[in-house]
């Protein structure tokens, strides 16, 4: 076998056997073997670029779709009010009405502020007294030692009356401009504040030593409601038609209409949100699987069975599923020569205002329903563990390692038997040079005896 130094010099002997010579066979079977696995490998890994498009696209729609097909998205109320005095909140489903709402009264805290004192450590009696402070039915009973500062006795109030009353202290400035704030925590008649004492002295219990007066009184929200006198003790109220919260803010006087309808214009604006997304799926889908025959051209899924598969199925279950002759079209929902759909929003809003428990039934029936059958055809590709798409994600990545394997397998083999080959050329190179060395070896005694002659 040939050594480094002659593979170094390949070709010297023989001015024939080189490197380039070999470089330009192992290009050639580079050519016919390895460079059809790196087309197949490129061509797979564009199809799966985008086949996560696809996928992503599809996933997208599937949400736009996801809605439509729950029958209780068709139950969305919107909520108008004409008036100042009250703010409606109404949950889906609830029953379309109109209500008229006159606020007279709101319920309101009680709030008592005390006398004035000259700080916060000031003291508020100089004997031991029993306070009792009376809220709701309840009455709070708070021991107050002689020499008790302000402070001390608000941290006292706080502790004892389990938060149904909140003592703070307030700076109303002057000479003496702290003052106790007493606030019941809740609204209502009920939670008026009623505050005695007792120092064990007959002469001087239920003396006020802090001198309360009241700011402001505990009292009810009332209210008409369709010409109803109505009592509440807060302002929410969430108990007068089910699934419906009014939060009364004033007391204008004036009459509040209140009109609860389906959300027909929220309905429709999802609607159009699915057709562009549908738009944009397609678009994606028909480059994908286009051909051009004068060109020449094709799309990276032109034939594509599974890609074919997708996109029959999606128009199959938009385009075929009725309940009554009722569909997609009935709705305004209509695709021109090219695929594309365009949706006529004025015709939806009739339909669905006319009739909505058939426009319901139409777009949501478990069977023949549009858009419950376009939610089950996505779900049956996109679906993380069962979708078709991603087990063709698998398959497409299978194919990928089995022609990079093939290709390392194949490239190895090349490189195997052209350095066999640069070593037999080497041995060859070596035998051709000793020959060329014996043959000017034996010119030379030639000549020299013909030139002794």
Do not use: C
Request: proline share 1%; hydrophobic share 35%; glycine share 8%.
């Amino acid at each position: 076998m040939a050594d480094l130094g002659a593979l170094s010099s390949l070709g010297i002997g023989s001015g024939t056997l080189t490197y380039d010579i070999i470089d330009k066979l192992k290009n050639a079977d580079i050519e016919t073997q390895i460079t059809p696995i790196d087309n197949k490998i490129s061509e797979i890994k564009e199809k799966e670029s985008n086949l996560t498009t696809i996928t992503t696209l599809t996933s997208t729609l599937k949400t736009a779709v996801v809605d439509l097909a729950d029958s209780s998205f068709f139950e969305k109320r919107k909520v108008s009010v004409s008036g100042k005095d009250v703010t409606v909140k109404a949950n889906d489903g609830v029953a379309v009405q109109d209500i008229n709402l006159k606020v007279t009264q709101l319920a309101q805290t009680e709030i008592e502020q005390s006398k004035g004192f000259a700080t916060e450590t000031s003291s508020v009696v100089d004997k031991d007294t029993t306070m009792t402070i009376s809220i709701d039915g309840t009455a709070y009973d708070i021991n107050v030692k002689a020499g008790t500062t302000l402070e001390e006795l608000r941290d006292q109030i706080n502790e004892s009356t389990d938060g149904n009353v909140v003592a703070s202290i307030l700076n109303t400035g002057g000479d003496n401009p702290y003052s106790l704030i007493l606030k019941s925590s809740n609204t209502g008649a009920d939670q008026a504040i009623d505050i005695s004492y007792d120092d064990g002295d007959p002469a001087t219990t239920n003396d006020d030593f802090l001198s309360f007066t009241t700011v402001q009184n505990a009292q009810d929200a009332l209210f008409e409601f369709n010409g109803v006198n109505v009592t509440r003790a807060t302002n929410t109220v969430d108990d007068l038609v089910i699934g419906v919260t009014f939060e009364l803010t004033g007391t204008s006087g004036e009459d509040n209409r209140i009109s609860i309808e389906r959300d027909v214009e929220g309905i429709a604006d999802m609607v159009s949100e699915f057709v562009s997304a549908y738009n944009s799926w397609n678009s994606n889908l028909t480059e994908a699987t286009k051909f051009d025959p004068d060109g020449g051209t094709s799309g990276i899924f032109q034939g594509d069975s599974t890609i074919r598969r997708l996109l029959s199925d999606v128009k199959y279950a938009l385009f075929n599923s009725e309940i009554d002759g009722k569909g997609a079209g009935t709705y305004g929902i209509t695709v021109n020569e090219d695929g594309i759909l365009s949706f006529d929003r004025t015709v939806f809003i009739d339909e669905l205002n006319s009739d909505p428990e058939k426009a319901v039934e139409v777009f949501t029936s478990d069977i023949g329903g549009v858009f419950s059958s376009l939610n089950d055809t996505l779900k049956n590709a996109t679906d993380m563990s069962t979708g078709y798409l991603g087990i063709y994600e698998e398959q497409l990545k299978r194919e990928e390692d089995h022609l990079s394997e093939e290709r390392e397998r194949s490239l190895e083999m090349l490189n195997k038997r052209y350095d066999i080959m640069a070593m037999q050329f080497a041995a060859y190179d070596e035998m051709i040079s000793n020959m060329n060395t014996s043959y000017q070896s034996l010119q030379m005694a030639i000549d020299a005896q013909l030139s002794s002659k």
